[in-house]
């Protein structure tokens, strides 16, 4: 039973950082395509990045809105999903969820949220 445990939100000025952390357990972080999204109020939950990675090639993919200033990443040693977010805007203010599909299967269609079986509770990421 995978579970998926997210951490790092917070409260941050325009233009500042924050790094989320997204804990894997009861599997293999390898084994699955991991995504970050996020949902605020009333809006659709959407796709920021995802990442297929095993222990020799990673390929990551980003969301328009975000790429040149958040990167996806894991450590498949610490079993962990990370997601280092830059220059940070009002507009990303959401709560950011991870998320891993079926074992054994790769990214394609990274956005879509219902390919996703595995879910965090979400943290909540505030820019003011």
């Known amino acids: 039973h995978v579970q998926l445990v997210e951490s790092g939100g917070g409260s941050v000025q325009v233009g500042g950082s924050l790094r989320l952390s997204c804990v894997v357990s009861?599997?293999?972080?390898?084994?699955?395509?991991m995504g970050w999204f996020r949902q605020i109020p009333d809006k659709e939950r959407e796709g920021v990045a995802a990442?297929?990675?095993?222990?020799?090639?990673?390929?990551?993919y980003y969301a328009d809105s975000v790429k040149g200033r958040f990167t996806i990443s894991q450590d498949n040693d610490k079993n962990t999903l990370y997601l280092q977010m830059n220059s940070l805007q009002p507009e990303d203010t959401a709560v950011y969820y991870c998320?891993?599909?079926?074992?054994?299967?790769?990214?394609?269609?990274?956005?879509?949220?219902?390919?996703?079986?595995?879910w965090g509770q979400g943290t909540q990421v505030t820019v003011s």
């Open positions: 998320a891993a599909r079926p074992p054994n299967t790769y990214c394609g269609g990274w956005a879509v949220t219902w390919r996703y079986n595995y």
């Open positions: 009861g599997d293999t972080i390898g084994r699955y395509c």
């Open positions: 990442i297929d990675s095993d222990d020799s090639t990673s390929y990551a």
